[in-house]
C-alpha cells in the first residue's frame, strides 16, 4: 500500500451555538493514501463537508473549534496551522472543489483573471506565462477556446464551470483534490464527463482524491476505498469491493439496499426508516440504534468502538462484536445483561 | 483596447448599446425638468413677500412698491409668468438676478465651482472612512471591533451638521488653531481664477501655496459635510460585505490560497460595491445642491449660500433657475452612477442586444 498522504484520527469539529454545542463532526478516521480516490459518503447533515472542510481549514473558528484528533497531511498536524501557513497549503498541496459550480466562481472577474490568481499565488511566474499556464490547463480539462479567458462566468455553463473549477484547482498540481459533491448540481451526462475528466486528472498526475458524495453509484464508479460517515463518525471503511458485497454495518446495507435497481421490479423504494439524529441531541450507546432493526440493549447503551475485520476493513458496530472481547474494554461497561 | 473575446464588431456593439442607453435617460431629463420647473415656480411665487419689497426696503410706499411691481411684470397673471420663464430656458437663458442684475448664467458658476469642490472633498472624506469602516465591521462581525465601528456610524448619522461644524471650529480653529474657520483661501493670498476650482487653479499656476491654503480651509467643512455620508456608507457597506463574505466565491478564493487583504478587497469588494456606488450617487447629488447649514457656518461661497441669499431677498428668478440647475446635477449624478453599475458587475447591461 502507498504511503499515507492524509491522515485523519479521531477528528472532532465542535460548533459552540447559542443553543449548545453542536458535535458536526465527532470521531473521524480516515486515511487517504499518494494517488489514490477515497469515497467519502452519507446522509445529508452527517459532517462529510466540514469533515473535508477541516482538511482545507476553512471551518470559520469560532462558532468552529477543534475538539481533539488530528489531520496529518504529508506529516503535517494541519489542525495545527496559522493562517499564511495555511496559504501555502491551500491552493497548492491540498485543493478544493464544491457542489455549486454556478456559484463557486466569482462573478465580477474573468476566468483568465481568476486562473492566473491560483497560478501565481503560489508560483513566481509572470503574467504571460500564468496565462499559458491557465491556457493549457483548461485544455486538460477540455474546455479552452479562443478567448474563453476574457469571458466571465456567466458566459459559461454549469458544466463548464465545474470545468473551469476543476483546472483552477488543479492548476498547481496539488497532492491531493477534494471533490465535495462535484457534480450533484449537473445534469446526468455532464456528471459522467465530469466524473471521466476526474479519473483521468487522477491517473494522469497522481494527484489523489477525497470524494464526497451521497451517490453509491458514483462511488462504486470512481473509487478504490469508502468511508461511510453517520451522524459524526465513521461508522465503516473499507476497499470498495468487499464494502459493497459484505457491508457489515446495518447503516452501510441501509445506503445499498436503497439503490433502485433496475433487475427487480418492486412497489416500494427502499428507504431507512427514520432521520439522523439532531447533533445536539445525539442518542447514547450508538447513533445508529434508533434507526437499527438489529438494535439490541447495548446498543442502546453503551457506544460501539471501531472494529478491524481485516483487510482495512472496519465497521462501528457490536454485531461485529460476536466473541465480545470489546464489550469489557469499555470503562464502565456493567451492563452485561445483553 | 476592447477584450479578446468582444472580437467580430461586438465591443462596438456594446458601445452603440451604452450609447443609446445614455441618450435615453437624457432625454427622460426634459419632463422631468419641466416638473421641477413647474414645482420651483409654484413655491417661490407662492412665498409672501416679494421682491419689490426687497429691493425698496421695510420703509418704501404701498405705491412704490405696487409700480415696482408692475415693471417686473409680477401683477401678470402667474401662467404667463411661467410661459415666459419657460420661453426664456428654451433660449438657453436661465435669467437675471432681481438683485445684482446680472445673468445667473454666469453668476452661478463660481458658486458651482465652489460647492463642487466641496462635496468632492467630503465624499473623497465619507468613501475613505465609511467603506473601509463598514468593511472592518464585516470582517470583525459580532465582535467588539464591529459594534464599536457601528456605535461610531450611528452618532455620525445623529450628529446635526451645524453642531458638529461649530464644534470643529472651536477645537480645531479657535483652541488648537490649526486650521483656519471659515472661507475658500486667504483673501491674502494672490491668486489668478481661471477655471473657479481653486485647486485646479493652483497646480495649472504651479503656486503650492495657494494649493495648501486652500487644502487647509476645506478640511474642516469637508469632515462637517462628509460626516452623515460617511455613517451612512459605512453602514451600507458593512451589510453589503456582510451578505458577500458568506458566498461561495469567497470560500473559492481562499481554498485557492488567497490572503485575507486580496480577499477582501479584491474578490468580496468588487462583488459588494453596487449598493456603495447607489448610496454614494445620492449622497453626492444631495452635497452638489449645496449644504445650506455647512456652508453658512464655514463662509462657504456655495450654490448653498447663493441660493439662501436669494431666497431672503425674494429674488425669484436666481431661485427658480438655481434649483433647476441642482436639479439636472443631481439626474446627471446618478445616471453617470447607472452607467458605472455595468463597468463594475458584468452581468449588467444596457438594453438587447
Redesign the interface.
Known amino acids: 500500500m502507498a504511503e499515507a498522504l492524509l491522515e485523519i484520527t479521531g477528528f472532532k469539529m465542535h460548533f459552540q451555538t447559542d443553543k449548545g454545542v453542536v458535535k458536526a463532526v465527532d470521531g473521524v478516521d480516515l486515511t487517504v493514501s499518494e494517488g489514490e480516490i477515497v469515497g467519502l459518503v452519507g446522509e445529508s447533515g452527517c459532517g462529510k463537508s466540514v469533515t473535508s472542510l477541516s482538511v482545507?481549514g476553512?471551518v470559520p473558528q469560532p462558532p468552529g473549534k477543534v475538539a481533539g484528533g488530528s489531520i496529518r497531511f504529508a506529516g503535517k498536524d494541519l489542525t495545527r496551522l496559522k493562517?499564511?501557513e495555511?496559504?501555502?497549503?491551500?491552493?497548492?498541496d491540498v485543493?478544493?472543489i464544491?457542489q455549486?459550480p454556478m456559484?463557486?466562481?466569482?462573478?465580477?472577474?474573468t476566468i483568465g483573471n481568476q486562473m492566473v490568481?491560483?497560478i501565481r499565488?503560489?508560483q513566481k511566474v509572470n503574467k504571460k506565462k500564468a496565462l499559458s499556464r491557465a491556457r493549457e490547463t483548461l485544455r486538460e480539462v477540455g474546455i479552452f477556446r479562443?478567448?474563453?479567458?476574457?469571458?466571465?462566468p456567466?458566459q459559461l455553463s454549469g458544466g463548464m464551470r465545474q470545468r473551469v473549477?476543476i483546472a483552477?484547482?488543479m492548476v498547481c498540481r496539488p497532492k491531493l483534490l477534494i471533490a465535495d459533491e462535484p457534480t450533484t448540481a449537473l445534469d446526468v451526462t455532464i456528471q459522467a464527463q465530469i466524473l471521466d475528466l476526474m479519473r483521468r486528472l487522477n491517473r494522469e498526475t497522481g494527484t489523489a482524491i477525497l470524494m464526497i458524495t451521497h451517490d453509491l453509484g458514483v462511488v462504486a464508479e470512481m473509487c478504490q476505498r469508502v468511508v461511510v460517515m453517520y451522524a459524526g463518525q465513521v461508522v465503516e471503511q473499507g476497499d470498495v469491493q468487499t464494502l459493497f458485497k459484505n457491508p457489515c454495518h446495518p447503516y452501510t446495507k441501509g445506503l445499498l439496499k436503497s439503490i433502485p435497481q433496475l433487475d427487480k421490479r418492486i412497489d416500494r423504494l427502499y428507504s431507512i426508516p427514520g432521520h439522523v439524529p439532531n447533533p445536539r441531541k445525539l442518542p447514547t450507546g450508538c447513533r445508529f440504534a434508533p434507526r437499527c432493526e438489529f438494535a439490541s440493549d447495548i446498543c442502546r447503551e453503551q457506544e460501539p468502538q471501531l472494529l478491524e475485520l481485516g483487510d482495512g476493513h472496519v465497521s462501528r458496530c457490536w454485531l461485529e462484536d460476536k466473541d465480545g472481547t470489546r464489550r469489557g474494554a469499555d470503562r464502565d461497561a456493567t451492563t452485561n445483561t445483553a | 483596447m476592447p477584450p479578446l473575446f468582444l472580437a467580430h464588431g461586438r465591443f462596438e456593439r456594446l458601445v452603440k448599446l451604452l450609447i443609446a442607453y445614455t441618450i435615453r435617460r437624457l432625454l427622460m431629463l426634459i419632463p422631468v425638468l419641466i416638473g421641477m420647473s413647474f414645482i420651483t415656480f409654484s413655491i417661490v411665487h407662492a412665498i409672501p413677500g416679494s421682491p419689490a419689497q426687497a429691493i425698496l426696503g421695510e420703509k418704501a410706499s404701498p405705491e412704490a412698491i405696487k409700480q415696482l411691481e408692475q415693471q417686473m411684470g409680477l401683477n401678470d397673471p402667474l401662467y404667463l409668468q411661467y410661459f415666459r420663464y419657460m420661453e426664456d430656458l428654451l433660449h438657453g437663458d436661465l435669467g437675471t438676478s432681481i438683485k445684482t442684475g446680472r445673468p445667473i448664467l454666469e453668476e452661478i458658476g463660481p458658486y458651482l465651482a465652489a460647492t463642487m469642490e466641496l462635496a468632492l472633498a467630503a465624499m473623497i472624506i465619507a468613501v475613505f472612512f465609511g467603506v473601509n469602516l463598514g468593511i472592518f465591521s464585516a470582517w470583525r462581525h459580532n465582535t467588539v471591533v464591529d459594534y464599536t465601528s457601528m456605535v461610531i456610524a450611528l452618532i455620525g448619522v445623529s450628529m446635526p451638521v451645524f453642531w458638529l461644524g461649530l464644534v470643529e471650529q472651536w477645537i480645531f480653529a479657535q483652541e488648537l488653531g490649526w486650521l483656519p474657520s471659515n472661507g475658500r483661501m486667504d483673501p491674502r493670498m494672490f491668486f489668478e481664477p481661471i477655471t473657479q476650482f481653486v485647486f485646479i487653479d493652483a497646480l495649472i499656476q504651479m503656486n503650492f501655496e495657494a494649493f495648501m491654503d486652500a487644502f487647509n480651509h476645506i478640511l474642516l467643512p469637508a469632515l462637517a459635510l462628509g460626516t452623515i455620508p460617511m455613517a451612512i456608507i459605512a453602514r451600507i457597506t458593512r451589510s453589503s460585505m456582510l451578505e458577500v463574505l458568506r458566498s461561495d466565491y469567497i470560500r473559492t478564493a481562499r481554498a485557492k490560497g488567497v490572503g485575507e487583504g486580496l480577499i477582501i478587497y479584491k474578490h468580496a469588494l468588487k462583488n459588494a460595491f453596487i449598493p456603495i456606488l447607489t448610496v454614494f450617487g445620492l449622497q453626492m447629488g444631495l452635497l452638489l445642491g449645496g449644504a445650506v447649514l455647512t456652508e453658512t457656518i464655514f463662509s462657504w461661497p456655495g450654490v448653498g449660500r447663493y441660493l439662501y441669499e436669494a431666497i431672503s431677498t425674494r429674488d425669484y428668478p436666481v431661485i427658480q433657475s438655481g434649483i433647476l440647475v441642482v436639479a439636472t446635477i443631481f439626474v446627471v449624478i446618478n445616471l453617470i452612477v447607472d452607467l458605472m453599475y455595468a463597468w463594475i458587475d458584468p452581468r449588467i447591461q444596457y438594453g438587447k442586444e
Open positions: 482545507m476553512l493562517g499564511r495555511w496559504q501555502k497549503i491551500r491552493g497548492n485543493a478544493m464544491f455549486e456559484t463557486s466562481l466569482n462573478p465580477v472577474f490568481e491560483a499565488q503560489h479562443e478567448g474563453i479567458l476574457d469571458e466571465y456567466h473549477m483552477m484547482a
